[in-house]
């Protein structure tokens, strides 16, 4: 993989060169302090299931560039807050989800936030904090006399995250995330000298709260950093496929689809991607970009970035095994992959499980399997050369499935036309 490391005095500048920086208070000052000093800095992540999902990556990714230009990065996963519910970015009151179901979630994500961040670096080791351990110590007369008495209800009504919601309709409990995750903020100053905060541009109210919160309590030096909010040229939200939220986990996205994902980037958005996603160089980039221009069929910036992003998130094997079923689909020989890299590749596909016998009709298990509405359509369909049977053109319509022919002794996939897969599971 590319060196990620970064010199201390040019990461503000590649930053900005990877369109990172959609927000910064006092850049001139943020920039010296970079460069002089060791900077902790720390970002939020709500627990709001029980994985993180490619949206997420961005702020991950921010807080390991700021490691690896010798900086200190703080991952703080919302215990806390996440029982209250953040309402920037949504027009609507977020469910409240039960103490247990939260600690539950908290849990997974700092097992998640772990795999991206060294927590045993020389001299700069990141670490990883959940906000319950202070938020839930607070009581209601300390919270209000000593951090509530800073904000006005004017300032808050000001901040978009609030006015956003107001024709709609907010909760006093959602009205208070932004001082709680103020608090966050100013507790982390006091206790970890942290002077940044970063997050996504939907975050700007809650880090300026932090920052008045700081300076109203007798703190001083502390920024703010926003990323921007990641879009695709189409106007189609990031984040999300046909068949729902890219999820870090791969028990909830395989390394299969997760790698398709970006591997189905558009030629407008890649270099966007390769910029946001990766920390391959700028000579790297710009020559992937040069080769896009010239020969864009190839489509080698999206696999390098389908590539990097999958080494990030699931490691080299993970790749490996993407690419050999990427092939494997292709050509249509699927019967080289093992039993798990079968279950890999079809497991959004539509299944059918059926009862193990010893041979079936063709025709019949299109029919159960839903490749075909009729007889008369899967009669067609195979005549007209459009049936596959374990990457096998089937051309007969009285054709019998046997059941030697299911691979590792259960699954039969049938495709019709070049990209509509359906599996058979046989029990």
């Given at each position: 993989m590319t060196n990620e490391t970064i010199a201390q005095n040019e990461l503000l500048e590649d930053l900005e060169y990877r369109g990172l920086v959609h927000q910064v208070t006092d850049r001139e000052n943020l920039g010296k302090k970079l460069e002089e000093d060791r900077v902790t800095l720390y970002c939020g992540f709500d627990p709001t299931a029980d994985s993180l999902h490619i949206g997420s990556l961005l702020p991950i990714l921010m807080l390991r560039r700021f490691q690896n230009a010798g900086h200190v990065p703080i991952a703080l996963v919302g215990g806390g807050t996440g029982l209250i519910g953040d309402p920037s970015g949504r027009s609507t009151e977020?469910?409240?989800?039960?103490?247990?179901?939260v600690a539950e979630w908290t849990d997974s994500l700092k097992r998640q936030l772990s795999r991206f961040l060294d927590f045993e670096a020389d001299g700069n080791p990141a670490s990883l904090v959940s906000n319950y351990d202070w938020i839930s110590k607070l009581d209601v007369i300390s919270f209000l006399r000593d951090v509530g008495?800073?904000?006005?209800?004017?300032?808050?009504?000001?901040?978009?995250?609030?006015?956003?919601?107001?024709?709609?309709?907010?909760?006093?409990?959602?009205?208070?995330?932004?001082?709680?995750q103020a608090y966050d903020f100013w507790?982390?100053?006091?206790?970890?000298?942290?002077?940044?905060?970063?997050?996504?541009?939907?975050?700007?109210g809650n880090i300026t709260a932090g920052l008045d919160l700081i300076g109203k309590m007798g703190g001083s030096g502390a920024f703010g950093l926003t990323m921007p909010l990641v879009t695709k040229s189409d106007g189609k939200k990031f984040g999300k496929s046909e068949t729902g939220a890219i999820w870090l986990d791969r028990n909830k996205t395989s390394v299969y689809h997760f790698y398709q994902f970006w591997m189905n980037t558009d030629d407008n958005d890649v270099i966007k991607f390769l910029k946001y996603f990766t920390f391959l160089t700028r000579p790297e980039i710009e020559a992937l970009e040069e080769e896009l221009k010239q020969q864009p069929e190839k489509r080698a910036a999206q696999r390098e970035l389908a590539r990097q992003v999958t080494k990030l998130v699931h490691g080299e094997d993970a790749v490996e095994t993407a690419e050999k079923i990427t092939q494997a689909l292709f050509s249509g020989d699927i019967t080289k992959l093992t039993e798990a890299e079968l279950v890999e590749a079809l497991q959004d596909l539509p299944t059918t499980v059926l009862p193990a016998q010893d041979e079936k009709p063709l025709m019949d298990l299109l029919i159960e399997a839903g490749v075909a509405p009729s007889k008369r359509q899967a009669k067609q369909d195979i005549e007209g050369n459009a049936i596959s049977v374990n990457g096998v053109k089937q051309t007969g319509v009285e054709t019998l499935i046997a059941a030697d022919q299911r691979l590792h002794g259960k699954y039969i996939v049938l495709r019709k036309g070049k990209k509509n897969y359906f599996l058979v599971r046989f029990e």
């Open positions: 977020r469910s409240l989800n039960t103490s247990d179901t008495k800073n904000f006005t209800v004017n300032y808050m009504l000001a901040k978009d995250s609030v006015d956003s919601r107001l024709a709609n309709g907010i909760s006093f409990t959602e009205f208070s995330y932004m001082i709680l507790k982390l100053h006091q206790e970890h000298g942290c002077h940044l905060q970063v997050g996504g541009s939907d975050q700007w």
